[in-house]
């Protein structure tokens, strides 16, 4: 689609060598995408139910009563609540910019020109937003002890 839509007027010669860059920078993109998804939310999957839910919300599963059936520890689930609570303060204290661009691509998992557009800046920015939002993290929560 992105070929059809950008490079539409350009020569027949050149779609092969465009599509193969199209097609490199999105694969490194969706890559780079997972890979800080596996680094900062990689007990997510712990929470989910064992029924797909399309209404399914992390925050209603801490708020599930002590004696629920998942088979966990109340303090299993004690930690687990910590380190989310830990993670929403470490996002909430990015500086505006970084936050916006995080939960854009990373949490609503738009791609990196929608967020650019949402943001009304280049996508060169989004990257370096992302990027400085993952390393402030990364370090603010290694310093907490807390390894994901």
């Known amino acids: 689609m992105k070929l059809a839509e950008h490079y539409g007027h350009k020569p027949v010669d050149e779609l092969p060598m465009l599509f193969q860059r199209i097609l490199s920078n999105c694969t490194l993109d969706w890559f780079r995408r997972q890979k800080v998804q596996n680094a900062l939310f990689s007990n997510m999957g712990d929470f989910e139910s064992s029924n797909?839910?399309?209404?399914?919300?992390?925050?209603?599963?801490?708020?599930?009563?002590?004696?629920?059936?998942?088979?966990?520890?109340?303090?299993?689930?004690?930690?687990?609540?910590?380190?989310?609570?830990?993670?929403?303060?470490?996002?909430?204290?990015?500086?505006?910019?970084?936050?916006?661009?995080?939960?854009?691509?990373?949490?609503e998992d738009m791609d990196v020109a929608e967020t650019a557009a949402a943001m009304g800046c280049s996508q060169g920015s989004v990257k370096t937003h992302c990027s400085r939002a993952v390393q402030?993290?990364?370090?603010?929560?290694?310093?907490?002890?807390?390894?994901?």
């Open 52 to 107: 797909e839910d399309e209404d399914f919300n992390l925050l209603d599963t801490l708020s599930v009563a002590g004696g629920s059936d998942l088979g966990e520890s109340t303090e299993s689930q004690t930690e687990r609540a910590q380190t989310l609570r830990a993670i929403e303060i470490e996002i909430q204290q990015l500086p505006g910019r970084q936050r916006e661009a995080f939960l854009m691509r990373y949490w």
């Open 136 to 148: 402030a993290l990364s370090q603010a929560l290694h310093a907490k002890g807390i390894k994901l």
